[in-house]
């Protein structure tokens, strides 16, 4: 047995407990991590992708059953290795201590704020892009000098183990540990100094409350139903082209996928005629290894049920693979649209997380707005329109954890703009600068003057009091 695989089987049988315990006294012995020192665990991680593309992706196909190895490529290792080598070009700017304002009172003194690590931070990550969202967070967390441990989802272990044996051959565990077979209870019961988890908004209160018990912050992403507008000037075909792509990737399985669909009430039929075009070119069969499989049964037999409840209550299902039917033994669904729905439908109640698309119509936007804002607050909306003006006016009178116009789910692909929920769609933000924030304590520290001017208002109290005091309310000194 290898050296790396004796370390596999070494930490799936420690407690989670002590991993932390040792990441803890790391913390203690060095609480702020060098430049150099972050600098090089992040292109180690970087490393390690560039060098492991291939096993990595098929660990996660494993995992899924049929995980297409191009999107693994392409929406999980790619965006991490980029969005590592962004953090650290700019780290360095991004750790430097910052001049703050100093009161008029308090002339000749000093402040500063310094990005400290917090310590050690939990990520807990899901199944569904189980490497990007278990290295994003990390990247982040990494960056602003903390350790870190790593507990991935029951349905990714194949990822797990491999990742477990890659990370911590050029990484102590000190550093960064990855906890194959680790529970979820076990784990986030853990003092963490912060904590990520990104699942469902149920889980997530779950997580909250137990963290809650130790004082932990939380950074929470729980997805949600995400809507997506089409407005009556947008071009029809550009449209579809655009959200069928995000909402099929990964089988509908992407916390930012178009949940449901508002369409002009004279569009549907050009949409329903245009989608059956672009799926039938993409995915002319569902046993096509580009077409992923639904990660387990229960998650195919829920899928199922929403079909079946939509059918029941008066929706219409068009099949968008023409003779293709759900096969539970490969655990594929067709790409499916959902017309004529109503919100007695489960489909317009659950978050899907599968290939099937909600199609509502409207007549005007005051429709969509207010239907919008009746629901969950979800972690991203998708507007089409070339109206910058219609755009303003949903931004300004919706809220969501991110925004796309004219695309989906891009906004996440951009270093430079935070990415997270609000509300039942999650809390705290990660990705660039703000994800260093988020997992930086911003410690104020003041300096005083070698004269402070603050001996003047000290007692006994008096006229020069009072003419001091009068003349800093009078000219508002800060």
């Known amino acids: 047995m290898s050296q790396a695989a004796a370390t596999v089987t070494a930490i799936s049988s420690n407690s989670a407990r002590k991993i932390f315990d040792r990441q803890r006294t790391a913390c203690l012995a060095e609480p702020f991590l060098s430049f150099e020192d972050r600098r090089r665990v992040l292109a180690d991680l970087e490393a390690i992708l560039v060098a492991h593309q291939d096993e990595l992706a098929a660990a996660i196909n494993r995992d899924f059953g049929n995980r297409s ?44 704020v310094i990005p400290q690590p917090k310590g050690v931070v939990g990520i807990v990550s899901p199944w569904n892009y189980p490497l990007q969202l278990a290295l994003s967070p990390l990247t982040s967390a990494v960056a602003a000098g903390n350790r870190c441990m790593i507990k991935m989802a029951a349905d990714s272990q194949n990822l797990c183990r491999l990742l477990q044996r890659l990370v911590s051959a050029v990484i102590s565990e000190e550093m960064v540990a ?15 100094d912060h904590l990520i988890f ?18 932990t912050p939380v950074t929470l992403e729980l997805g949600g139903k995400s809507p997506t507008i089409v407005a009556p000037d947008f071009d029809l075909d550009k449209a579809a082209e655009r959200i069928l792509y995000v909402k099929y990737i990964n089988a509908g399985q992407t916390c930012v996928a178009p949940d449901y669909l508002f369409l002009p009430k004279d569009r549907v039929p050009a949409f329903v005629d245009k989608a059956r075009e672009v799926i039938s070119r993409r995915y002319p069969r569902i046993d096509s290894k580009d077409y992923t499989a639904i990660i387990n049964e229960r998650a195919f037999d829920r899928l199922i049920r929403l079909l079946d409840d939509a059918r029941a209550k008066g929706a219409e299902i068009v099949t968008l693979v023409p003779g293709s039917e759900p096969d539970r033994q ?29 199609v509502k119509t409207y007549l005007t936007m005051d429709e969509v707005i207010a239907r919008v804002n009746a629901g969950e607050r979800p972690l991203a909306l998708y507007l089409f329109t070339e109206d910058k003006a219609l755009a303003d006016r949903v931004i300004y009178r919706t809220m969501s954890g991110g ?19 609000i509300g039942n769609s999650g809390m705290g933000q990660y990705h660039g600068y703000e994800g ?28 020069t009091f009072e003419r001091l005091y009068n003349l800093m309310i009078k000219f508002r000194l800060l």
């Open 403 to 421: 925004v796309g116009i004219n695309d989906c789910a891009m906004h996440v692909a951009q270093h430079d703009l935070p990415f997270g929920g």
């Open 330 to 358: 490969l655990r594929k669904i067709p790409p499916t649209l959902a017309l004529n729905v109503s919100d007695e439908m489960l489909l317009m109640q659950e978050e899907i997380f599968g290939p099937i698309l909600p």
């Open 198 to 215: 990104t699942g469902s908004p149920g889980t997530g209160r779950v997580v909250m409350r137990t963290a809650a018990d130790n004082l």
């Open 436 to 463: 260093f924030l988020e997992f930086s304590k911003l410690r104020p520290v003041f300096k005083q003057s070698p004269v402070p001017t603050s001996a003047l208002m000290a007692p006994p109290y008096g006229k």
């Open 178 to 192: 990855v906890l194959p077979g680790v529970s979820a209870a076990d784990f986030t019961a853990l003092p963490f």
């Open 69 to 112: 190895i191009h999107e693994s490529k392409l929406l999980e290792i790619f965006p991490t290795i980029t969005g590592l080598a962004d953090t650290r070009q700019k780290l360095k700017r991004w750790m430097r201590p910052r001049r703050r304002h100093v009161s008029f009172w308090f002339m000749g003194a000093k402040n500063r």
